[in-house]
């Protein structure tokens, strides 16, 4: 029995340390997806002003070393004033106010299998019966492997 129980034990550790060992021949992705706006036709740019009952077209670049799988935008009021970790320009607000009928745009969409460079080029249209103000659009992209990144700046609906 104890022959057993040692050989138990034994094999246990080594399994483990096999198990948990580097292994170089994997290929790992270390590296976040990037997006930008930040290029001639990015849409919109800092302080943009949007009008209700337009359409317009919200536009990144976004790239990963690997493979994108993902994408979202998500446009919420900003009425209290709150921010987000990688705003660029920050823009005048107006006084912090209540939402009544504020424009909450969230969507999610896919890449196609084996791209690593995509635009993001989604038409919105702006209701004409929502709040005007200080709002956020916020990009989001995420590569196969999970990574992802963010970016955002702040817009006017007017």
Request: with cysteine; glycine share 4%; charged share 20%.
């Amino acid at each position: 029995m104890k022959f057993t129980l040692k050989y138990i034990c034994f094999l246990s550790f080594i399994i483990c340390i096999a198990a948990c060992s580097e292994d170089n021949s994997i290929d790992k992705d270390l590296d976040k997806p990037t997006i930008t706006i930040n290029y001639n036709e990015g849409f919109p740019q800092g302080c943009t002003e949007l009008s209700r009952g337009e359409t317009y077209s919200f536009r990144a670049q976004v790239t990963d070393n690997k493979e994108l799988a993902s994408y979202s935008i998500d446009i919420h009021h900003n009425f209290d004033h709150h921010t987000h970790d990688d705003q660029g320009v920050q823009c005048d607000l107006e006084a912090i106010k209540t939402s009544v009928n504020p424009l909450i745009f969230m969507e999610n969409y896919s890449v196609e299998d084996g791209v690593m460079t995509h635009e993001i080029n989604i038409s919105i249209t702006i209701p004409n019966d929502i709040d005007t103000g200080d709002y956020h659009c916020a990009y989001s992209v995420t590569d196969v492997t999970g990574w992802q990144s963010r970016t955002s700046v702040d817009i006017k609906i007017i």
